[in-house]
């Protein structure tokens, strides 16, 4: 299949999908190294505790043991990393600020004999005591996770002049108007308390690392990063080295979901590697990774105000996310959060105040769509409840209040850019809005915003050689999202080429060009608008070359199936090139640079663009037992243009599905700082028999992105939408809930509850 | 320098005879993955709830990261590398492409195991019995609904192929 053509809104076939179906794709740690040695990390039994010592000589003893990295060791580089606050040591130095803050390292001939190892190292701790819960930690004289006057800020912080304070990591607040004076002549207020979980992103690939060191100034390795130059940076600082010295392979990834976001658990196997000589490879148990990083669980109170007519008119939230031990993305998911606390509507006025609160608990980063996931289910459900006291419709109620096209989202920053009511009006479709609900059934949705793009800094080239084929080098990560084949496809769409001609190779750093980030939605828009630029450029060389062989001008010359065209003259990629070099060899490049000041979004007003965060859901609830049945899901995927629709098809389901987890399943249980479920045994995510008995899916294409073509961004927003589609389907039946995730046991409180009422 | 016991195991994997002299303690999944190369075979939970790991032991499946190398001896195993035949895709393994059953792929080789182990046992199974069959393979990026597509062409072409 793959020598066809496969333009830009066709269903070409994943050009990874063959190497992935035979075992044949290569994940980080599926790489060996000659003479590499196996890392297993030792890491704190204490939520907080100051280390006094640490005796590795009987572990040292062990045969096959080759080195054993401790605080110690980091004397002589920089040993701390966040790329928002520097907070975070490779291995503790001090102290232990969470039950698995890794403390020693060992690095053996065999796994098995590191982990031997590991079980003979003495430490003596000083148990400390600890903040476990975001109330604890604000409260007065609360202990410090951190001395926040010594911190500094990192690589890429984007906090402004924001400094760290008490067990503070970092605010955002956003107002418009006099709240209070708009609340008091309100007809309508809802309020509320509500608390979402710490959930574990769970991409089945655990986190890894391959570390080599050539010389004592060359790094080279391989880690499922979905930021490989964020990570290089970070390093190349830590390490002291240029960072053209730091290079970094990213084969294929087993799932991101964000957990993959920033430096993880490459310092570990870099300091590991240089200490031992010899190269190092690391990889994550699930528990271990489930300790390196999670979502934010959340307080949040609400308060919003409409007027009896339906009109939305103010709404104040306050909210403090757990960052845990470091701050990790924390900023930046508090920010998101504070940005999707207003939801898609119109507001006479609004106060936010965000919180990333520092706790001896296990840090917690990005995940899929954050900070929307956060909020939506709570702003959504306020909407919801306004609806039922004024006695309106809840689709009606949305119509009403959802921002047009070119209206202020927020000040500064993009006007709304989509068609938010064509939107909503496409759920109610899905869900048949106006028919009647069987009797025990409920039906909700929910509509947010994320903002999404992250930094619009993206390049690649494109090579074409001497026959025909082309090379993508591109820096996007490819995580499952199906980035490889949507390249492809857009270099398919202009050379014109089949995709058995074009290749689009790993990630790494020293070939394939800078890229941001693969995260926020963004490959597509960003790092595809590169691809596009690139494109675009070899088929301008073509052209002048096809033009100089038959003396016509560039104008006359087409690109169709595979060959240049004038009249019916024609020649294959490889003829021009031939004709161009005078044999058969030779290469052109084509380049693509996307950055703030260019391209159709006004990118310099941020977001790239705003991902809306639309779908319902139709469920029935068992009595007996609160369990939740999902009849029927509505995904609705608003993206400009579709570059592949089965895939955006895809990413609509597993965005659902994860949504699914998030709503009904998912909680890291903590107990004095211990998590208390960290195996897959015991932390339960969607199965294949947990599917809902139907799923709806719409693609809006608007053409209204920033991308090329017009498209923008997929994959985060439906996440988002279903925990508060779900929520107000729950409550369309009666059952009212502000906690999640919405367990049985919770359910079947709720009706309890609410029969005696 | 290694006083572990050792074993010396004789055994059939994807069809071929293998004899290894491996430390008895050496779990499947590590013989398959280190010392043998075949790296499709996955760990993730590493306690036989993910399936990732999942291989066939005499047409069953298996979590290869909970049992150890000795105890396949004179099995006959067969791992995702040993399913395609000549470079021709297996009807599964085509099914899983034509109905984008895959995005990361992670769960990918455990999937398409699990699934031709109950189609060798159930040839066209309901709904409900490949959902509750491949209950024990987690996939995290496609929400299930394109491998459930992908099993029911996989049990149709199959079908096709027989008559």
Redesign the interface.
Known sequence: MLNQKYGVGEKAPRVDGPSKVTGEAKFTADIRLANMLEARVLRSPFPHARIRSIDTSQAEALDGVVAILTGTDLSDIDPYFGHAVRDRPIVAIDAARFAGDPVAVVAAESAHIAAEALELIQIDYEELPAVTTIEAALADGAVRVHDTDALRLGLFHGLGDFKPHDNICYEHHMTRGDVEAVFAEADAIVEGEFRFPAVYQYALETHAATAIWHGADQLEMWANCQHPYLVRAELADMFDLPKANVRLHVPFIGGGFGSKSYTRMEPIAAAMARKAGRPVRVVNSVTESMWTSRRHNMICRMRTAARADGTLLARTAEMWLDTGAYADNGPRVVATAADAAPGPYRWTAYQIDAYGVYTHRSPSGSYRAFGATHLEWIGESQVDQVARKLGMDPLEIRVKNLLKPGEAVRTPGKPMDADLIGDIRKVAEGLEWDKPRPPGVGRGMGIGLLAAGSRPVSTAFARLESEGTVTVMVSTSELGQGARTAMSQIVSQELSIPLSQIRVPDGDTMVTPYDRSTGASRSTTLAGGAVHLAALDLKDQLIAIAASKWQVAGSDIILRDGRAWVGDQSATLSELLFYHFGFSGGELFGRGIVRPEQGQGTYAAGPVFWEVCVGGVEVEVDEETGRIHLRKIVSVADVGTAVNPAMIKGQEMGGAAQGLGNAIFEEMVFSDGQLLNGTMADYRVPKMDDIADEFVSYIVQNEDGPGPYGLKGVGEGILAAMPAAIVNALADIGIHLNELPATPERVWRAIQQSKNV | ????PTFKLTTTINGKPVDAEI?T?TLLI?FL??HL???????????Q??G?CTVLVDGKPVSSCSILAYEVSDRDVL???G??QKGE?HPI??S???E?G????????GM?LATLALLNENPNPND?E???F??G????????????NAVRRASERLAQEES
Do not use: H, W
């Open positions: 320098m290694n006083t572990q430390e303690r590590d993955r280190e190369g075949l790296t499709g075979t996955k760990r993730s939970c590493d306690m709830v993910c990732s791992t995702i590398e399913l395609a895709l393994q085509q899983f492409l034509d984008y895959l995005q990361c792929g992670y769960c990918t080789p398409v409900s490949i959902k509750s491949l209950s393979n987690l996939c995290r990026c496609t929400g299930y609904f394109p491998i459930l």
